[in-house]
């Protein structure tokens, strides 16, 4: 039996594109586990991204409140009255809440202050308020520098 050269070619052909199919698939497939690796790489490298964005956020919100609450520090330092400052020197008192204290202490009533003064009878209730405020500190700002010049100064 003899073989026709041409179906040994044919074989011969048939064979090799089986072998090359093989290969192909082989290819596929092992692009396609490639394509999953890449994926699951990509999306590990989002979360990861997204991670570090919002800890970058957090750390920016904290240094943020630091830089407020030093602020707010200096501020407060800063707004201290001048009398726990400054012991020796005598309270402020505005004049008008002096005079709203002496007339209160005369025995006049607060429409006679109104009148006097040329404002509501709510303004006189407001002036005497602060006015006693006004006596309460002084006089407590008065003890203080008492005490603070029985101390010792603290250096």
Wanted: glycine fraction near 6%.
């Amino acid at each position: 039996m003899t073989l026709n050269p041409w179906l040994t070619l044919l074989g011969g052909l048939v064979g090799l594109l089986v072998l090359m199919a093989f290969f192909l698939f082989r290819q596929v497939r092992i692009s396609g586990s490639l394509r999953q690796t890449v994926g699951r790489l990509e999306e590990e490298l989002r979360a990861a991204r997204t991670e570090l964005e919002t800890s970058l956020a957090t750390n920016r919100e904290q240094q943020q409140f630091l830089d407020m609450l030093n602020s707010a520090e200096i501020t407060t330092r800063l707004q201290k009255p001048r009398l726990i400052l400054h012991p020796d020197q005598a309270p402020d008192i505005p004049e008008k809440y002096r005079y709203v204290s002496r007339m209160i202490a005369d025995g006049m009533s607060r429409e006679e202050i109104s009148r006097i003064l040329a404002v509501s009878p709510v303004e006189v209730d407001q002036l005497i308020t602060l006015a006693g405020i006004s006596a309460s500190a002084g006089a407590g700002m008065a003890e203080e520098r008492v005490k603070n010049r029985r101390q010792p100064v603290e250096e």
